[in-house]
């Protein structure tokens, strides 16, 4: 069978970008892109119309970029500090959890979710570590959170 061409109203993975004119085949474009709304018949009237929401489109996302490189940088300059008790080694008797890490940024005004740090384990030891936090899709910002000896 010969291939379709079509609009693509979404981005779709493997596939194209929105606003992209693409061939697929036709029982694919019929059976899913069409119904599940990612993709349109590429007529010119459809086409234009998906031109003025990709100017659209592309405005907004620009101005999220923004947002996203500011909160980064944001959090990139914080030195967050807390003190645990530890023993003559440097080793904490507890641990520092992405839980205490949230309350540390939130005293210092920073909203974020006990999901987005990204601790692999939790901190152990006295000293200045660089906890990676999940600020947007494949955006990371790392905070520095310095853990001090309790006297």
């Not at 474009?29 to 998906?50: G, S």
């Not at 923004?66 to 980064?72: D, N, Q, T, Y």
Request: without cysteine.
């Amino acid at each position: 069978m010969k291939n379709v061409t079509i609009l693509l109203r979404e981005n779709v993975k493997d596939l194209g970008q929105f606003g992209d004119v693409v061939r697929v085949a036709p029982g694919y474009a019929r059976n899913y892109l069409i119904p599940q709304r990612l993709a349109t018949e590429a007529t010119p009237d459809n086409v234009k119309m998906i031109e003025r929401r990709r100017v659209r489109y592309e405005a907004t996302l620009v101005q999220h970029e923004a947002e996203i490189s500011a909160r980064i940088e944001a959090l990139g300059k914080l030195q967050l500090v807390t003190r645990e008790k530890a023993d003559d080694t440097g080793t904490l008797y507890g641990s520092v959890s992405a839980q205490v890490i949230v309350k540390l940024l939130r005293d210092a005004g920073q909203v974020v979710e006990e999901r987005d740090i990204r601790l692999d384990e939790p901190i152990k030891s006295v000293g200045n570590h660089e906890v990676p936090v999940h600020v947007h899709g494949e955006h990371y910002a790392g905070v520095q959170v310095l853990v001090e000896a309790e006297s």
